[in-house]
């Protein structure tokens, strides 16, 4: 956790970030993006493309997703290509994503039980 006091902001500043940061990976088409974007960095005509998704869409997950530092973009000629933060959000990925396997995909599989 970080400490408010070495880092000179508030409480409510503090989880105003959390709630920002967590509710980033609340929406499926982001984080169906930053999986796409795991393997490569794409520009918005790929992503469309692989994710059927419209661009309008993409590109508003897009400026979230920049804007909280889980992707940068950079520009190549006349496209500008997204991906991920190596950083902080590419390890981060990848410890989200050994928890889900072991500690929550058997909940989704358990309520898929339920219907049959």
């Known amino acids: 956790m970080i400490n ?3 880092h000179n902001i ?3 500043e503090l989880y105003g970030g959390y709630k920002i940061f967590f509710g980033t990976l609340v929406s499926e088409s ?3 993006i930053i999986n796409l974007l795991k393997k490569e ?5 790929q ?3 692989e994710l059927k998704m419209d661009q309008s869409a993409v590109s508003h997950d897009l ?3 920049k804007k909280c530092g889980f992707v940068i973009s950079k520009s190549d000629g006349k496209f500008r290509y ?3 933060n190596k950083k902080t959000i590419q390890p981060l990925m990848g410890i989200i994503d050994k928890h889900m396997k072991g500690n929550c995909i058997h909940i ?9």
């Open 4 to 6: 408010q006091h070495t």
């Open 47 to 49: 992503i469309i493309k």
């Open 82 to 84: 997204y991906e991920l």
């Open 108 to 116: 989704l599989r358990k309520k898929e039980n339920e219907f049959i």
């Open 30 to 32: 982001r984080l169906r």
């Open 41 to 45: 960095k794409k520009n918005v005509s």
């Open 63 to 65: 400026a979230r997703l």
């Open 10 to 12: 508030s409480k409510k």
